[in-house]
């Protein structure tokens, strides 16, 4: 089954740093754009943050602007999400996926062009 795994999550207080990583074992994650997304209980699923298969470029949502950089380790096969200053409103499930249709990012991202989603990595953020 092609899916990525994401794994980093954990509890943390508020003003903590976490690093959330997106690795896939059965194809290239280079070869996408990847995108980042949340959902906290009770909540839709929401875009977090994107990052462009041709250049690198990252596109995030307003509220994490400045805290959240998304970046990629082509020869670990891996993307990363670096979260700082979190706050308890990130609290959720995060997760990655593959756009199958596109190669740069669009914001915010139409979800149904994403796949390869995997089981996603619990961020909480409380005192």
């Known amino acids: 089954q092609v899916k990525v795994v994401e794994s980093g999550g954990g509890l943390v207080q508020p003003g903590g740093t976490l690093r959330l990583s997106c690795a896939a074992s059965?194809?290239?994650?280079?070869?996408?754009?990847i995108g980042w997304f949340r959902q906290a209980p009770g909540k839709e699923r929401e875009g977090v943050s994107c990052i462009s298969s041709s250049d690198g470029s990252s596109l995030q949502r307003d509220s994490v602007q400045g805290r959240f950089t998304t970046s990629r380790d082509n020869a670990k096969n891996t993307v990363y999400l670096q979260m700082n200053s979190l706050k308890p409103e990130d609290t959720a499930v995060y997760y990655c996926a593959a756009n199958l249709l596109r190669s740069r990012c669009t914001w915010p991202p139409v979800q149904h062009e994403y796949d390869y989603w995997g089981q996603g990595t619990q961020v909480t953020v409380s005192s």
């Open positions: 059965t194809f290239t994650l280079r070869d996408y754009a």
